[in-house]
């Protein structure tokens, strides 16, 4: 999907439920955001398959500017270091990308290789050591018999 699209795509999702400034705010939003991290060295496709579905982003920000984020009609949220909130409407939802998860999956890739070297290792050891084991007990044999005369 291109920016474009995925724009249009959230657009028309808020566009059923929210008032025009509103749903420009937030489509403005995320034209910047995926402006910012293209500048940033990213390719517009990852930007785009990391925020997800446009209609499952349009239903927060719809959810939230119906009062349902929670008592009070606020919320906060933090993105590079600055915290951001808003009071009874919402102008911008978090885009995800840097977080916790992140983490995680690269801990589960550095597992995953030990484990794939662990295996290559043991696999190589397996295929040697039926002839190896045998050499290695001869020359300790012959060793022992060398040492007699």
Request: charged share 25%.
């Amino acid at each position: 999907m291109t920016k474009s699209e995925f724009l249009e795509k959230l657009r028309e999702a808020l566009g059923n439920d929210l008032d025009d400034s509103l749903v420009q705010e937030n489509v403005d939003y995320y034209e910047q955001y995926i402006h910012d991290e293209v500048n940033s060295g990213r390719s517009e496709e990852e930007v785009i398959g990391e925020l997800g579905d446009p209609w499952a982003i349009a239903r927060t920000v719809i959810d939230a500017a119906e009062g349902t984020q929670g008592p009070g009609g606020s919320y906060d949220y933090e993105q590079d270091g600055q915290t951001y909130g808003q009071q009874g409407r919402v102008k911008r939802i978090d885009a995800p990308g840097r977080g916790w998860w992140r983490m995680i999956l690269l801990l589960l890739g550095v597992i995953g290789v030990l484990i794939a070297v662990v295996a290559v290792v043991g696999g190589i050891i397996s295929l040697v050591a039926p002839i190896l084991v045998p050499v290695l007990i001869i020359m300790v044999i012959i060793r022992a018999f060398e040492r007699r005369h």
